[in-house]
């Protein structure tokens, strides 16, 4: 489902991100990738939304090599892609319900799918009683739940979460990853990007691990942080 064929990536036209990385990603896995600050988790999570593009190599995506895509192509990909960040970028002046709807809006969605999907979406996360509460008015866990909702609202197939825990204590961080592995078992693909071991060693899926733009071990069964 997701290729990467050979990826080189460089910023300000001398620093290297990514160094010849190769990856093959099956339809419905649970991958977290792991590694220190500067190892290219991120970037490579950026190249799947094609907001970045590689220096050199492919990124393919159902068979489509997205770094060829026309720009009037890449709303269409990004609708299969939710996307999970560790600052929540929620609407402050929106409530729960307005800040999942907005996404439906700027997709042209009407108001009864948006009144229909809303609610349904939100009671996936466990926010049933926070529709009306504005983002300053929830707790560090609900914000990140309410930031799930909203990636999961265009019904995704692929979820890329950048650090989701970051913020979050552990009591909270380990509630978001059991919401993530919830939304794999019910056959979405996940991309966790992270440094957190206790995190990446409680879900016990694929570990890829990189260091220096590289990846250095992919352990698929049952994998640890051990980088």
Do not use: W
């Not at 509630?175 to 957190?196: P, Q, R, S, Y």
């Not at 691990?209 to 942080?225: A, F, I, L, P, T």
Request: aromatic share 4%.
């Amino acid at each position: 489902m997701i290729e990467l064929k050979d990826v080189y990536t460089i910023y300000d036209d001398e620093i290297e991100v990514l160094n010849g990385v190769n990856l093959h990603i099956k339809d419905g896995e649970f991958v977290s990738i792991v590694g220190p600050s500067g190892a290219g988790k991120s970037t490579l999570l950026r190249l799947m939304t094609r907001e970045i593009l590689p220096y050199q190599g492919q990124v393919v995506i159902d068979g489509v090599n997205i770094v060829d895509l026309p720009s009037k192509a890449i709303p269409l990909l990004r609708r299969k892609i939710g996307t999970i960040y560790q600052d929540f970028k929620l609407l402050s002046n929106k409530t729960a319900f307005e800040n999942v709807a907005f996404a439906m809006e700027v997709c042209g969605l009407d108001e009864h799918e948006i009144g229909n999907d809303v609610p349904k979406v939100l009671g996936i996360v466990g926010l049933n009683d926070k529709l009306n509460s504005f983002p300053h008015q929830m707790s560090g866990g609900e914000k990140q739940r309410l930031a799930i909702a909203r990636a999961l609202i265009h019904r995704p197939r692929i979820i890329l979460a950048d650090e989701p825990t970051g913020n979050l204590d552990m009591v909270n961080s380990y509630d978001v990853v059991k919401l993530l592995t919830k939304i794999n078992e019910l056959g979405t693909t996940v991309i966790l990007a992270t440094h957190n071991r206790e995190v990446v060693n409680a879900i016990g899926k694929r570990v890829i691990s990189m260091e220096k733009g590289k990846v250095v071990r992919d352990q698929v069964e049952n994998g640890k942080y051990v980088l």
